[in-house]
């Protein structure tokens, strides 16, 4: 009976440690899916504002009756 004892003990102990491993791993997947996330956003972010920026610049274009180009953009550009 005390060697049961002993042997249901020592699994368990042995069980315990498995399973904070497995705690351990899960954390720092966690903390790397956080950094991730927040890179991700950053990204996210910088991207947004270049879309931003290129809509503006591409607003300044204009277009005549027909469709054409009137050339103001070329000209603004030249200028600078």
Not at 26 to 55: C, G, Y
């Amino acid at each position: 009976m005390v060697t049961q004892i002993a042997t249901t003990a020592t699994e368990q102990a042995a069980t315990t440690e498995e399973i904070n491993r497995s705690i351990d791993a899960i954390a720092r997947t966690v903390a790397e899916n956080a950094d991730a996330t927040q890179e991700s956003s950053k990204t996210l972010d910088e991207i947004s504002s270049f879309a931003s920026d290129l809509q503006q610049l591409v607003g300044q274009f204009k277009l005549g009756e027909d469709g054409a180009g009137s050339g103001t953009m070329r000209q603004n550009l030249h200028r600078h």
